[in-house]
């Protein structure tokens, strides 16, 4: 089946630095991907699209210069939190889809800004 | 912009018994639809989705969830819940036609006591 790994699971970091995250998919190519941020006792927000070769599509909020997204290749995402701030400390996660083959999410990234 | 709406945020039940989760959305058109399931410290999976066809939906772990168009839900449904169960539970939406992005609803955690 479709697998799509991220990394790093949990990342602690000091406020103004930058993180980065990467979504992969193993076995498929992605034309699409998607980050979202998990809030607790919340449902997911979508934070951007990315589609491969082209720039992402940010949701109305989020700040394109803070979470920079690069989807290089039709396996690859990432997406890099700059000057990292403790309200920037949430759980990530990425998908991967391709048209008709539904979703496949990436384990998730918690991030701990301190 | 669809939306999802799942009711029951907290569930609690004893093992063996039965289990429905509300799921019910808001878009006039055609939709495609999706359960999924977060065990504690795991990522997001697939439980069972709609695209078109039979409206009773079976899934994986003797889930099903059946889609009645007409009160515009989508609700999961198993008849006798293991301890195992115990996760969080997201109904998503894609509206067809669109973007091809989901909307989750925010979430229903249960909790099934052994």
């Known amino acids: 089946g479709a697998v799509v790994s991220q990394h790093p699971s949990r990342v602690i970091c000091k406020s103004g630095t930058s993180v980065k995250i990467e979504c992969r998919s193993l076995?498929?190519?992605?034309?699409?991907m998607f980050w979202y941020r998990q809030f607790p006792k919340q449902s997911l927000m979508l934070m951007a699209t990315?589609?491969?070769?082209?720039?992402?599509?940010?949701e109305q909020g989020v700040e394109k210069d803070k979470f920079l997204i690069n989807h290089a290749s039709l396996t690859l995402s990432t997406l890099t939190v700059t000057s990292a701030h403790p309200e920037d400390s949430s759980f990530y996660i990425c998908?991967?889809?391709?048209?008709?083959?539904?979703?496949?999410f990436g384990s998730g990234t918690r991030l701990t800004v301190v | 912009a669809q939306s999802v709406s799942q009711h029951n945020h907290h569930v609690i039940l004893s093992e063996a018994a039965s289990l429905e989760l509300g799921c019910n959305y808001s878009y006039g058109g055609t939709v495609n639809l999706f359960w999924y399931v977060q065990y504690p410290g795991q990522h997001l999976q697939l439980l069972l989705k709609y695209f078109s066809g039979d409206p009773l939906v079976k899934g994986i772990k003797g889930f099903e969830a059946e889609f009645i168009k007409s009160k515009f839900s989508f609700n999961l449904r198993k008849p006798s819940v293991q301890w195992s169960d115990t996760a969080e539970y997201f109904c998503a939406v894609i509206a067809s036609g669109g973007s091809y992005i989901p909307t989750f609803g925010r979430g229903t955690s249960l909790i099934v006591h052994p």
């Open positions: 990315s589609n491969e070769g082209s720039k992402a599509t940010y």
């Open positions: 998908s991967a889809s391709r048209r008709g083959y539904g979703y496949t």
């Open positions: 076995d498929f190519q992605a034309t699409t």
